[in-house]
């Protein structure tokens, strides 16, 4: 999410004045929060593809999961500009056992994106490593903890995981090696090409910039799974996941928003979920709005819409690695080198886990409220209602009959059970 400069050279101011000194110093900060064009640069070192995923490898890693049909789903119709997959996937437990589990324990609906800026490599080996952890316990020689895992998780969620979002801009990446590339194929910036408060000093008209925001709202083909996704599935969460830095953001980052102070109408919710992941990993986060933790606003973001006009209750940015970056070099700015990005990964991987039990945990909270806002026991509730209107009815035929000999009014032997009686009460509240 971050910008970066490249390819400018920053203007020295000479002596000791301190008004100089203030005056540099305001530069620098300008320099560091404005964008401009991404050209490359001599980098520190690069990716070595044995270990990362090129696209390539991360299609292979698609296909592997084919082999569990009754678990994963990948969808291949939504493509780039230059007909790249995007590879929606779906997983969740579609198995006949786990539909009469479904029937009586609604799952939180959660949405990750990664891959929209071409540079970030991380997310994506993140989001791979997380996946073959959570199919691992579905291979038929896993260990019982790792079946157990697998099992529990997946009957906690269902989850849906757009991988690669951006494949035009990785394409191109690799084929330049230019890793400062952030856009899509024509330099748009995906996370700033959606409609909440497009077009606004958080982004950029100018094509050669990184944060060039396209023509109109969702003028790239790369946008559109997001649209589509979001308009047939009612989801409870939103993740969109980058790196450069460790941060946890929570909507507003737009302009408009920042001079309004608006915030969503979940905030203190999202709070408490944002504060339990900043500390259950390795790497610890610094978490809050948008505005809170960076000097600059961002216009159009695929998490703003989110939660501005998909009124998705939790719609999060998260930065999940930077470290301390000096000089003008890009692919370690955003990832780790290629013999440390396991550990990195593995050290990331709580943070799925987290996300998937607290908002499991969230759900079922507000399924219990909706069923019966003022007791925390609905069930006994109910169970003393149809006591009640079966003692009540009773008692008016019993009335009926003038006293006589009660017991005739089953005169066809017909025997009225509670579990017959409830259903012609429907439930309130539901």
């Known amino acids: 999410m971050i910008p970066w400069n490249h390819g400018k050279r920053l203007p020295t101011i000479p002596g000791r004045c301190k008004g100089q000194i203030v005056i540099l110093c305001y530069t620098l900060l300008f320099y560091s929060v404005t964008c401009v064009d991404v050209e490359p640069q001599k980098e520190i070192y690069v990716p070595n593809y044995n270990v990362y995923h090129n696209l390539t490898r991360i299609g292979k890693e698609v296909e592997y999961l084919l082999k569990f049909p009754n678990y994963v789903k990948v969808y291949t119709h939504h493509k780039s500009r230059q007909n790249r997959q995007q590879y929606l996937l779906h997983i969740s437990n579609f198995t006949k056992h786990s539909e009469k589990f479904d029937n009586l324990v609604e799952k939180p609906r959660i949405l990750f994106s990664f891959g929209e800026h071409a540079r970030e ?29 697998t099992q529990q998780i997946l009957s906690l969620v269902d989850l849906y995981i757009i991988l690669m979002a951006n494949p035009d801009g990785r394409h191109h990446v690799e084929k330049t090696k230019n890793y400062c590339w952030r856009g899509t194929s024509t330099g748009v910036d995906l996370d700033r090409n959606f409609g909440w408060e497009f077009g606004g000093k958080g982004s950029s008209s100018d094509t050669e910039d990184e944060e060039y925001r396209g023509k109109d709202p ?10 589509e996704i979001t308009s047939d599935v009612s989801f409870d969460a939103f993740f969109s996941f980058h790196s450069g830095i460790n941060h946890i953001y929570i909507p507003y980052s737009d302009t408009k928003s920042r001079q309004l102070k608006r915030v969503p109408d ?8 944002a504060a339990q992941l900043s500390r259950c990993t390795k790497y610890k986060y610094r978490f809050g709005t948008s505005h809170q933790l960076i000097n600059y606003t961002a216009d159009g973001t695929i998490f703003d819409y989110m939660a501005g006009i998909q009124k998705i209750p939790f719609s999060f940015t998260v930065e999940l690695w930077g470290k301390q970056h000096q000089g003008m070099s890009c692919f370690d700015l955003f990832n780790p080198k290629s013999d440390e990005l396991q550990k990195v990964v593995s050290n990331l991987h709580p943070l799925y886990i987290n996300i998937i039990r607290y908002l499991s945990e969230w759900k079922s909270r507000n399924i219990a409220k909706m069923t019966n806002p003022y007791s925390e026991r609905p069930s006994m509730v109910l169970g003393y209602m149809l006591l009640g209107i079966t003692a009540s009815v009773s008692a008016m035929i019993c009335l009926h009959r003038k006293f006589r000999n009660c017991p005739k009014i089953y005169t066809h032997q017909r025997i009225v059970s509670l579990k017959t009686l409830s259903s012609s009460f429907p439930a309130k509240n539901l």
């Open 121 to 149: 490599f991380l997310p994506v080996e993140s989001a791979i490593y997380f996946i073959r952890n959570l199919t691992g316990g579905l291979l038929p020689d896993v260990d019982g903890f790792s079946r157990q895992f």
């Open 266 to 273: 979940n905030i203190q919710e999202m709070l408490r979920l």
């Open 218 to 227: 969702f003028s790239e083909p790369e946008s559109l799974v997001f649209q």
